[in-house]
């Protein structure tokens, strides 16, 4: 692809039609002209340049001198930058202003009812435990052995958790993820045995429990050019109460020991 049909194709990403896209960049490319002389430098109809340019002009990308032939003059790139994201912005304000709408109509009964959910991907999942430790209110139980899976996100969600006043802990057989959070006040450490650990050392990703109707579970897993990670997760559920209490049991009474 050159980077003529690049541009094109990043133009209707911003919400041009084709047309649109390449009548804006033929007058980018003449500076300014008639419907026939924007014919004569892209693919275009010429009875399909005045609507296209009818168009550019309601976005503010071009401008029109109402003269014997009509003429057209694209606006400067930073102006018409500056435009194009405007509308973009408030495009995506309203589509998610929206979708906020639509989902608070579901209300907290319905909430209530998710049972658990499965999410695919290190990136994804990550996320999904900066978000889940921000609803805490009580206590947040982080395990992980692994270093790569303790993003600075991640560390920094446990930080401020704990700075709100929630009791945190982090548990793990590595030293290395104690040192992490050695010298952030609030949040305390439990060194466990690998002999101890709740499944294949190799398998073991990341658990997460939140005061005492949320849970996150993952497991790693590789194919034949990467490592894998999946999670299963749930709040306020049946299941979500019978894991915590026994995760909880269990790391009383490892703490006990």
Do not use: C
């Not at 804006?24 to 004569?40: N, T």
């Not at 990550?126 to 560390?155: M, N």
């Amino acid at each position: 692809m050159s980077d003529h049909d690049d541009a094109i194709a990043a133009l209707k990403r911003l919400g041009l039609s084709s047309y649109e896209a390449r009548v804006f960049v033929a007058l980018q490319r003449i500076g300014r002209g008639s419907a026939r002389d924007v014919d004569r430098v892209t693919e275009v109809p010429r009875s399909q340049v005045y609507g296209a340019a009818e168009n550019l002009e309601e976005r503010g990308l071009i401008d029109v001198q109402q003269s014997d032939p009509i003429q057209y003059r694209a606006v400067a790139l930073d102006e018409a930058r500056n435009r194009l994201r405007d509308r973009l912005d408030a495009a995506e304000n309203r589509a998610f202003s929206y979708l906020e709408t639509v989902r608070n109509e579901l209300g907290s009964e319905e909430e209530a009812k998710e049972d658990i959910w499965t999410i695919e991907g290190r990136e994804t999942i990550t996320d999904r435990l900066v978000g889940l430790v921000g609803e805490t209110e009580e206590r947040v139980v982080f395990g992980t052995d692994g270093e790569s899976l303790l993003s600075p996100a991640l560390v920094a969600s446990l930080a401020d958790a704990a700075a709100s006043g929630a009791q945190v802990v982090v548990v793990s057989a590595n030293p290395a993820i104690h040192e992490r959070f050695a010298a952030i006040d609030g949040v305390s450490t439990a060194a466990i045995d690998s002999a101890m650990e709740m499944g294949p050392s190799d398998r073991s990703g990341r658990v997460l429990i939140v005061d005492s109707d949320i849970v996150l579970v993952s497991v790693l897993g590789e194919t034949a050019h990467t490592r894998t990670e999946t999670a299963i997760w749930s709040a306020n559920t049946g299941f979500a109460s019978v894991f915590v209490g026994l995760f909880e049991e269990w790391l009383d009474e490892f703490l006990d020991d």
